[in-house]
């Protein structure tokens, strides 16, 4: 089975402060994604990245950044949290040359 | 207007009923859809694949209509396991954009 974890469930951070987000998967999957949940607007792909070191923006990706220096591992950066980036964030990954995306569990974020 | 579009629902059928959603599309550069299913605070799972002859996994059907531009799932017998948020995806082709409904909601009454 393809697994997809993410470092932490539940994060409460204050404004201003930069917040790591961790994301592993274990199958060798060169694609791994970056969105966040928000109620009445879906899924928003926040980065994209098809390969170490190679990332590509999404729709959402200010305020935003990321990082993949190994292949199993992509990280999700907040500079500087705001308030409006309480929410929920998920990772998936997806092999090459097939429509699937497998999802971390999600690490609800909130910003004080 | 949303590039993908669901009723958000809840649905609320007894067991054992039929039940259909619908889901609208915008963008006609998308040539692959799927539906997911969301459990309440959980990650979304791939349900099926959705092809334009119909596709049918069990009790799920999904069918695919380009000249409209909508993507049905049919769920038949439902059971209270049933219960769950289903996510339409329509992938952008060639791409990795995958542009998510925000859902319809499914509950199974006993």
């Known amino acids: 089975d393809v697994k997809v974890t993410q470092s932490s469930r539940y994060l409460v951070k204050r404004t201003g402060e930069k917040v790591f987000l961790e994301c592993v998967q274990d199958?060798?999957?060169?694609?791994m994604f970056w969105y966040r949940q928000d109620p009445g607007l879906g899924l928003r792909l926040i980065y994209f990245?098809?390969?170490?070191?190679?990332?590509e923006k999404g729709d959402i990706p200010e305020g935003y950044s990321v990082s993949r220096e190994k292949k199993e591992r992509f990280s999700l950066i907040l500079e500087s949290a705001s308030t409006n980036q309480t929410s929920m964030y998920l990772c998936?990954?997806?092999?090459?040359?097939?429509?699937?995306?497998?999802f971390g569990a999600g690490t609800r974020l909130s910003v004080l | 207007r949303k590039e993908v579009e669901q009723d958000p629902g809840p649905f609320n059928v007894p067991e054992g009923a039929t039940v259909a959603f619908n889901c609208t599309y915008s963008?006609?550069?998308?040539?692959?859809f799927f539906w997911y299913r969301q459990d309440c605070r959980k990650e979304p799972k791939l349900l099926m694949s959705?092809?334009?002859s119909g596709n049918e996994d069990g009790r799920f059907t999904a069918q695919l209509n380009r000249a409209s531009q909508y993507i049905s799932l049919l769920i038949r017998d439902s059971k209270l396991s049933d219960s769950a948020t289903y996510l339409c995806?329509?992938?952008?082709?060639?791409?990795?954009?995958?542009?998510f409904g925000t859902g319809t909601r499914l509950k199974v009454l006993a």
């Open positions: 199958m060798d999957h060169e694609n």
């Open positions: 963008n006609s550069a998308s040539q692959s």
């Open positions: 995806v329509g992938n952008v082709g060639g791409t990795y954009k995958y542009i």
């Open positions: 959705v092809y334009s």
């Open positions: 998936a990954s997806s092999p090459p040359g097939r429509n699937i995306q497998y």
């Open positions: 990245s098809y390969d170490v070191k190679m990332k």
